[in-house]
């Protein structure tokens, strides 16, 4: 019982100084600037939802939400679509190259986003996709495909044949007993991997930024762009940032029963 | 799991294939063609050969650069991984307290990582932000624009702050896998805390620290944003990794032959390195 | 080594029990003497895992006490206790050696190192592992692996009793037969107070002494194999030991005996004495098939009965026979025959004629 408590007085602090960096951001988006200038204070004096409000009324603010959410939704779209019949492939076949494909995939986490920077600033921009929001899904695939399927490939290793066996014998069709029996029993996997692929592609901004300028530039960017040039306006600036952090909590809220399990079963 | 022959497996991972060649293969090709030729605007370029490679590897900027990064990313997973199991063996087991530790744990994963930056940035400051202002007033002298210590202090605590939770939640979930058995085991068989450790939750975290390791090493290895906007890689250069002096390159510059050959060699030292952990780590099992 | 008191235990898993069915254990009492080996019978859900649970302290029980040796150990961890438990399932720690496994619980108690060695091996030898001491533990098979948990319970020479939960589940038939043997002799060589949890009768008369029968989350009868199958203590006991299990058919009562169907079962003196004296209506006679005899001729006190079935297995017969819309059990030798629907007549040896009220065993008053 004594170790128990000294975990939670533990695990307490822990969070504790975890929410302090976030807590003053949220302090000081309810700030006016004048307040946040004028001197330390730990809690809003004049709570003010001005900042919020210059976020919600002017629309080069709010559409920069709309666009993150919208290639990030696009990205965790394509990432499962491509990644569960090639994660189904990987853990149930052996084909003709399917080692080095699975370790080719890998590798592609492996690389820096910065160094393909130039290449996919010129690649979209030939093919007339930039600043769409589609490249930005797209570009966000070459780290989160590979990720997916390996998550994918563990959780699947983890259904024993048998089961595809005995949907075959009742008559099933492939996709079919894809769809209606295979998936629901991955879908803690599947659950997990949605997780992984939001993240990623919410929280990246060097190639996001790269590859718009104006229609489909992440919120993310917005705020760099903001900060440099109407010199600094903090209060924005803080309550821009606790924006972005809402949306992440809603997709951990959503997950939180499989990526309690869900992580240790998929490898991931 | 035994797996059956089968090549027509191969329409099934076709699009997976063909996505990620279209938005790996072609950008690579063009880095690599970029690599052996120096560039002076569209259309007139000259074969240079692996000249821009000799350049590279001896440029004393990209060296220190690399030094570095190396420091940041040992230094990173040093601390990460200890603190990270230590967090996962102190979380609850079960019930709404550990739905709530784990939401709040995995916030800062899900921040943007220029928020993050931002964050930091805030709280940092001796003006403004909490934590300058708490440590200044405790007498301590710190600047993190102006010092190179304190400048790499608060970003390693940044992404301390940023990181850890990932690898708790890995090891908070391969803690929960373990039996309960295994702790009565225990319990029955007189061992001490540090014994249930050592010979029961540490063999059964090891596949998911492989992943923690792995995932922290290549992550931490290419940070660009966060660190770009908490100090802008100063002050000087004493907190510019490589990632940062690879852009400064290939846009600020627009020096495209030596910046594709600098993208390539960096990839391969990620490579390189990840492959040598995960062989060593797994070799070092199989030994035994 | 200690002798296990149990004081009105009770134990429900239900923070806030309700009623008697949300109690796992109901008001116990027992002792298990020092240095006996003995056996703990019971159908699946019965409380046994739990009683056992609570004896090493792996659980708190919520009323009554654990006494050792006449002392209070409510609040004793299993570690203060010094006490073995082998469990269901193995649980070996498989990033070491065999030797390393089974050297685990002594080295935690300090023991000396030459002392470790020579228990590993005399315990390895024991249990036919010595060849495996070196192997990674993770390597073995699972047999293997229930023997590696076995040892650890087992190498300790000071504890207080050493406990086994199921130990031979994953064990196959005739490796269970051997291992059972082994902890039969390895009892007799150390002298350690053993409880064995199974739900076979069998696994259970070979190891111990004596058999506690559990049900419903209490102890019906606590007695040596022959004690559990001549005179059972509850209908349960009856039911559950022997194979079939015993005849028990409801009665209602009549003066000299009892009644079923127009059946009419003379009584001892003795017993129609006691049952003058009882209140409850619920009243039941058994008698295990072993008992019954049949005869062809009818005699004083004998029950015409139909033959409905006839089972041969092997060695012996079990007849299936009705008597007054009852089916019994009776249990013949090799060379009964029988047709189906023939009419023979059953015999009950009053010495083998048990009585009970309300589920429990009349006895004779001593």
């Given amino acids: 019982m004594k170790q128990t408590r000294s975990k939670n007085i533990g695990i307490t602090i822990y969070i504790v100084l975890l929410l302090t960096p976030i807590y003053w951001l949220l302090n000081m988006s309810f700030k006016t600037n004048q307040e946040i200038l004028s001197g330390l204070t730990l809690w809003p004096e004049n709570f003010t939802f001005a900042n919020y409000a210059t976020i919600f009324t002017d629309p080069s603010w709010y ?148 590859l718009t300028s104006v229609d489909a530039q992440p919120i993310a960017a917005i705020m760099t762009r903001t900060v440099g040039a109407s010199g600094i306006d903090w209060g924005v600036l803080a309550a821009a940032g606790v924006l972005t952090i809402i949306p992440g909590i809603l997709v951990i809220w959503f997950v939180r029963n499989h990526v309690a399990t869900g992580f240790a079963l998929g490898r991931v | 799991m035994v797996k059956i022959p089968n090549n027509r497996a191969w329409w099934l991972v076709l699009p997976v294939f063909l996505l990620v060649a279209f938005s790996a293969l072609v950008p690579l090709m063009t880095v690599v063609n970029y690599s052996v030729q120096d560039i002076f605007g569209p259309g007139q370029a000259y074969y240079v050969g692996t000249e821009w490679f000799k350049e590279v590897l001896t440029n004393e900027r990209l060296q220190d650069s690399l030094m570095r990064q ?49 964050i930091w940035q805030i709280f940092g400051r001796g003006d403004i932000g909490l934590f300058g202002w708490a440590l200044n007033s405790m007498g301590f002298d710190y600047n993190y624009t102006g010092d190179t210590v304190d400048a790499w202090f608060t970003v390693l605590l940044m992404d301390v702050w940023h990181w850890t939770p990932l690898v708790a939640l890995l090891c908070y979930s391969g803690l929960r896998a373990i039996p309960e058995a295994f702790y009565q085991a225990a319990e029955i068989d007189r061992a001490s805390k540090w014994a249930v450790f050592r010979y029961i939750q540490l063999p059964r975290l090891k596949n998911v620290l492989i992943i923690a390791v792995l995932l922290r090493f290549m992550d931490s290895f290419m940070i660009y944003t966060e660190p770009f906007v908490l100090t802008g890689g100063g002050p000087g250069s004493s907190t510019t990794f490589l990632s940062q002096t690879l852009t400064t390159m290939a846009i600020g510059q627009f020096d495209l032959g030596r910046a594709a050959a600098f993208s390539l060699i960096y990839f391969l030292i990620v490579l390189l390195i990840s492959w040598l952990f995960f062989t060593a780590i797994t070799h070092a099992d199989k030994e035994k | 080594m200690a002798e296990i008191q149990l004081k009105s235990l009770a134990h429900s898993y239900s923070a806030t029990p309700t009623g008697a069915e949300d109690y796992a254990i109901r008001q116990l009492d027992h002792v298990w003497e020092k240095g006996g080996a003995y056996a ?11 009683m056992l649970n609570i004896i090493s302290g792996l659980l708190a029980p919520s009323e009554g006490d654990v006494l050792f040796d006449g002392r209070r150990v409510n609040e004793l961890s299993p570690r203060e206790r010094n006490i073995a438990q082998v469990f269901q399932f193995p649980v070996i720690y498989d990033s070491m050696t065999v030797f390393d496994n089974l050297a685990f619980p002594l080295k935690n108690n300090k023991v000396p190192t030459s002392q470790i060695k020579a228990r590993v091996h005399e315990i390895a030898e024991v249990l036919e592992i010595g060849d495996k001491l070196y192997k990674k533990a993770k390597n073995l098979t699972a047999d293997e692996k229930q023997k590696v948990s076995m040892g650890r319970g087992l190498v300790r020479e000071d504890v207080s009793a050493i406990l086994f939960d199921e130990p031979l589940t994953v064990i196959d038939p005739q490796l269970k037969w051997k291992l059972r043997r082994k902890l039969k002799q390895i009892h007799e060589k150390f002298d350690i107070t053993m409880v064995y949890v199974t739900h076979d009768q069998l696994e259970a008369s070979t190891f111990a002494d004596k058999i506690a029968v559990m049900y419903g989350g209490q102890i019906v009868q606590f007695g ?79 029950l015409e009965a139909s033959v409905l079935d006839v089972e041969d297995l092997g060695t012996y017969k079990i007849v299936t026979v009705e008597v007054g819309g009852q089916k019994l059990k009776v249990r013949q030798s090799e060379d009964f025959h029988s047709d189906v629907g023939a009419s023979v007549h059953l015999l009950f040896p009053k010495q083998w004629l048990m009585l009970y009220v309300d589920e429990f065993l009349i006895k004779e008053q001593q």
């Fill in chain 1, 63 to 210: 559409n920069g939400y709309l666009n993150s959410m919208l290639y990030v939704s696009i990205n965790v779209v394509i990432t499962l679509l491509v990644a569960l019949p090639a994660a189904y492939a990987f853990s149930r076949y052996k084909f003709v190259g399917d080692k080095h494909l699975f370790f080719w995939l890998l590798s592609n986490r492996m690389a820096p986003p910065a160094v393909f920077l130039l290449p996919f600033f010129q690649l979209y921009s030939s093919i007339g996709l930039f600043d769409t929001h589609i490249a930005v899904a797209l570009a966000h695939c070459l780290f989160n495909v590979p990720l997916a399927v390996w998550i994918l490939e563990g959780f699947m290793s983890g259904v024993p044949r048998e089961y595809d066996e005995m949907a075959y014998i009742d008559g099933y069709s492939f996709p079919k007993f894809f769809v209606k029996i295979f998936l629901p029993m991955i879908r803690s996997g599947i659950g997990v991997t949605a997780f992984f692929a939001f993240m990623f592609s919410w929280v990246e901004l060097l190639l996001a930024r790269t």
């Fill in chain 2, 70 to 118: 190396f420091l940041f990313s040992g230094a990173v997973l040093m601390i990460q991984i200890p603190l990270g199991i230590g967090i996962a063996l102190m979380m609850p087991k079960s019930g709404m307290k550990a739905s709530l530790v784990l939401i709040l744990l995995a916030i800062p994963l899900l921040i943007p990582w220029n928020v993050v930056g931002t």
């Fill in chain 3, 224 to 302: 040596t194999p022959t004690e559990l199958f001549e005179r059972p203590n509850h209908t349960f006991v009856g039911f559950f030991i022997g194979s079939p299990g015993m005849n028990l058919i409801p009665v209602e009562r009549r003066p000299e005996g009892v009644m079923f169907n127009g059946v009419f079962v003379p009584l001892e003196a003795w017993q129609n004495n006691l049952l003058q004296r009882v209140k409850s209506d619920n009243l039941k006679i058994g008698i295990r098939p072993e008992f019954i005899e049949i005869s062809e001729s009818p005699s004083d006190d004998s």
């Fill in chain 3, 40 to 50: 703990l019978l019971g159908p699946s859900g019965c409380g046994k895992s739990t």
